[in-house]
């Protein structure tokens, strides 16, 4: 049999380079005292407790990956705790286990497969559970306590800041100036949208390029700017605490209340003066609307765009503009306009000249083969919602167990089954409108619809959204304002 060993350290100091020797030379004993074949050796210096995105391991991931690929047959470890501590990848691991998918042999013999050793295996799971919770509450424990004595506990400082041993300081470059300016100019008058355009023409960097992130967009966004004149730490205060994790399994957070906020005033040098960030405030309040908005739509919404960067078109004063152009300026996009009338104009000729010259039979044929489609789509569509029903609904009784088996607490409990429901709620609505939907195809006559259509548009020489698009997949505006139209037929 082909052996994958796996071998893991919490950190990287030299004593533990030590325990990956040892574990690694252990495991090759085993394996040879055994008769198994080594295949490769995976090692990580890693912790053993996170799972899903926070689970770095690519050793880890890769041995369970070749195990699965069947390239090794058992994976050796020197205890169940180097291969993970984790609840939900232990679960994940035994699910493979007991459909015979791979084996687990641990030196210890706590856990061997091969002989139907897999006994101990809900043991573990229980005990890294409880671990990980005693675990949590000492983490959260010590970082509060660290916070309320004005410690920055955060893994990135605000934009215009560095930490230094958790103390905030005032970075030496731009930055500083740039908070400093999107400040002043919001006083003066200008909007969140605005200053992101003007800071996007001048090639200023966006925070994300500071930290140097994998895809950071160097385009400054109205919600960065809008998240910077609200952060209190320009004024010099910590604000630390807003969210909390609730369920050491998942990983889930919660916003908590302001009330719960954890705020220590005057812990580091401030960029903004206490004034100038409550007369933002004061203006942020006064420019909010008194209704909420829905979102405008326009005549061709969804249907045109811009050829050279692939943004929506906006309407703006009767003349429809390349979205990017009007939030980041011209130098990100040079596409000219195009007058709404123009569009309309050239599309109900369009589309009244395919009308009137082209075989009925064939735009019938085309129409009935689209909502066949469109049917069928919904069909499959209406059957994965089923689907995802059932699957939450397992997982609301999951949760159940759980909390008889004392693995999650009354309030983790409560707040997994109230987003559970909330799912379910929205799936139940899903699934009611698309039955609704379905039912009205199903009394659709196509010939005598497709004659009313064809007499109303010829008649009235008018475009509405729904015969637009009966007839038009897409329209591109190229960089000289002028207008490719791409139709279904």
């Not at 966004?221 to 910590?238: D, M």
């Not at 807003?242 to 916003?255: G, L």
């Not at 109900?348 to 082209?358: F, L, M, R, V, Y």
Request: proline letters at 2%; glycine letters at 4%.
């Amino acid at each position: 049999m082909k052996a994958g060993i796996y071998i893991r350290v919490s950190t990287d100091k030299e004593s533990q380079e030590t325990s990956l020797e040892y574990q690694e030379l252990a495991c090759r004993d085993f394996a040879k005292a055994h008769g198994f074949e080594v295949y490769n050796v995976y090692h990580d210096i890693f912790t053993g407790t996170k799972s899903g995105r926070y689970n770095k391991r690519d050793g880890y991931n890769k041995i369970v990956k070749d195990a699965l690929s069947k390239n090794i047959d058992v994976i050796i470890v020197k205890d169940l705790s180097r291969l993970s501590r984790n609840a939900l990848e232990l679960e994940y691991l035994r699910d493979h286990v007991v459909a015979k998918n791979f084996h687990i042999v641990t030196l210890s013999g706590d856990i061997n497969s091969i002989k139907g050793n897999i006994s101990l295996f809900s043991t573990y799971i229980l005990i890294y559970s409880e671990e990980s919770k005693i675990t949590s509450l000492r983490t959260k424990q010590s970082k509060k306590t660290m916070a309320k004595s004005g410690i920055f506990i955060g893994s990135t400082p605000p934009y215009g800041y560095c930490c230094i041993e958790g103390k905030l300081y005032i970075k030496d470059d731009e930055s500083p100036k740039v908070v400093q300016r999107i400040f002043s100019d919001y006083v003066s008058g200008e909007s969140a949208e605005s200053i992101a355009k003007k800071l996007t023409e001048e090639n200023i960097i966006t925070p994300s390029q500071l930290l140097n992130k994998k895809n950071a967009s160097s385009k400054w966004s109205s919600s960065t700017i809008r998240k910077i004149l609200v952060n209190q730490h320009y004024i010099g205060n910590l604000v630390q605490g807003k969210t909390e994790a609730v369920n050491t399994i998942y990983k889930n957070r919660v916003n908590n209340s302001k009330n719960d906020y954890i705020v220590v005033e005057k812990t580091h040098e401030p960029i903004i003066s206490t004034q100038q960030f409550n007369l933002v405030k004061d203006i942020i309040e006064s420019r909010k609307p008194n209704t909420k908005v829905a979102r405008k739509t326009h005549l061709f919404s969804n249907l045109i765009y811009c050829e050279a960067c692939g943004r929506a078109m906006s309407l703006r004063n009767n003349d429809y503009i390349c979205s990017g152009r009007l939030k980041y300026g011209k130098k990100t996009c040079c596409t000219e306009k195009i007058k709404k009338i123009d569009l309309v104009n050239l599309l109900t000729k369009n589309i009244i000249d395919k009308i009137d010259n082209s075989d009925s039979g064939f735009l019938l044929n085309y129409i009935e083969r689209r909502l066949n489609k469109n049917i069928r789509k919904s069909k499959s569509t209406l059957t994965n919602l089923h689907i995802e029903k059932k699957r939450l609904e397992n997982r609301k009784k999951k949760a159940f167990d759980m909390h008889l088996d004392c693995e999650i607490t009354i309030n983790e409990y409560n707040i997994a089954i109230a987003e559970l429901d909330n799912n379910i709620n929205d799936i139940l609505k899903n699934i009611h409108a698309i039955e609704s939907m379905l039912m009205v195809k199903d009394k659709i006559d196509l010939p005598r619809d497709f004659d009313l259509l064809k007499s109303r548009i010829i008649k009235s020489a008018s475009l509405n959204p729904q015969i637009l698009n009966y007839f038009i997949k897409k329209i591109e505006i190229t960089k000289l304002g002028e207008p490719k139209i791409y139709y279904r037929f």
